[in-house]
């Protein structure tokens, strides 16, 4: 139980493009979901949180308008990279809340992760 | 914010060997969870472990909430377990899971 799956697992596009990545719980509803970003050999940085029905919460640094992030069902959370650059190539992860394998504790589930490159 | 601190930040082990990765966090939580990162990059759950001690198979953990820092233990080291390690914790009535900088691991056969 407690499935993330993201989509697509890596995506290369150019410069000025925009790139959607989808993040799904498949066996459970997430009212609400993480985005974050990993660059090499680094930690997880949280980009924002994104709540079922309204709008994304976002961390300090990250800009709304590049990183625009949508949660349009209790399953299914949108990550929209606008007008991609070069430096915006990065690791992205989603992660949605759920039960500690059936118990009553929320946790967090990871996806597998986007590899966006942008030439 | 909360602050994490994992340490070493590195590690190279032989095969079979034990090992020890500790988390500091600078302020009550009431999440605490243990992360293992494959080569692939998909974070696998390890532990939910707020406080106590839990045993799954190899692997064991243990958080001293009152001190706070969390332990996990790697018994019998196989290649694996080669990855990334990450403690990941949630301040008390917070909504932020916080991650510490990790603990890069290398079994060696």
């Known amino acids: 139980g407690a499935v993330v799956s993201q989509h697509p697992s890596w995506v290369i596009c150019k410069s000025g493009t925009s790139v959607k990545i989808e993040c799904r719980s498949l066996?459970?509803?997430?009212?609400?979901m993480f985005w974050y970003r990993q660059f090499p050999k680094q930690s997880l940085m949280l980009m924002a949180t994104?709540?079922?029905?309204?709008?994304?919460?976002?961390e300090q640094g990250v800009e709304k308008d590049k990183f625009l992030i949508n949660h349009a069902s209790l399953t299914l959370s949108t990550l929209t990279v606008t007008s991609a650059h070069p430096e915006d190539s990065s690791f992205y992860i989603c992660?949605?809340?759920?039960?500690?394998?059936?118990?009553?504790?929320?946790?967090?589930?990871f996806g597998p992760g986007t590899r966006l490159t942008v030439l | 914010g909360i602050q994490v601190e994992q340490s070493p930040p590195d590690l190279i082990l032989q095969e079979g060997a034990n090992s020890t990765l500790r988390c500091n966090f600078s302020d009550s939580v009431n999440n605490l969870q243990w992360f293992h990162q494959n080569p692939w990059g998909q974070l696998i759950n390890l532990f939910y472990i707020p406080s106590g001690t839990k045993q799954n198979g190899r692997l064991s953990a243990t958080t001293v909430a009152t001190e706070r820092y969390s332990l996990l233990y790697i018994s019998s080291s196989q290649t694996t377990d080669s990855g990334v390690y990450f403690c990941?914790?949630?301040?008390?009535?917070?909504?932020?899971?916080?991650f510490g900088g990790g603990t890069r691991v290398l079994v060696k056969p």
């Open positions: 066996d459970f509803q997430a009212t609400t």
């Open positions: 990941a914790v949630r301040k008390a009535a917070g909504n932020k899971l916080t």
């Open positions: 992660s949605a809340r759920a039960p500690w394998r059936g118990g009553g504790t929320d946790t967090q589930y």
């Open positions: 994104s709540n079922e029905g309204s709008k994304a919460t976002y």
